[in-house]
């Protein structure tokens, strides 16, 4: 279902350690996005909302990645 990675995130995620300690977890969170992104597209409410709630999971507001999401 993932078409296309991008290669900032996957080295963000590495470099945190969420892929080695919240491998599932990113898998789901994947998969969430994914859906809302192509069900109504990235400009619907439903798309929006998901982008927001991807970028506070990976990069809160302090600008730093997040230490764990568990």
Known sequence: ??????PSIS???AATGQF???GQKRFDDTMFFEYEAKRDG???LNGRAAVRAMNR???PRSGQPAASTA
């Open 1 to 6: 279902m993932t078409e296309g990675v991008i």
């Open 11 to 13: 080295k963000l995620l």
């Open 20 to 22: 080695r300690h919240h």
């Open 42 to 44: 990235l400009d619907s």
């Open 57 to 59: 999971r990976i990069v």
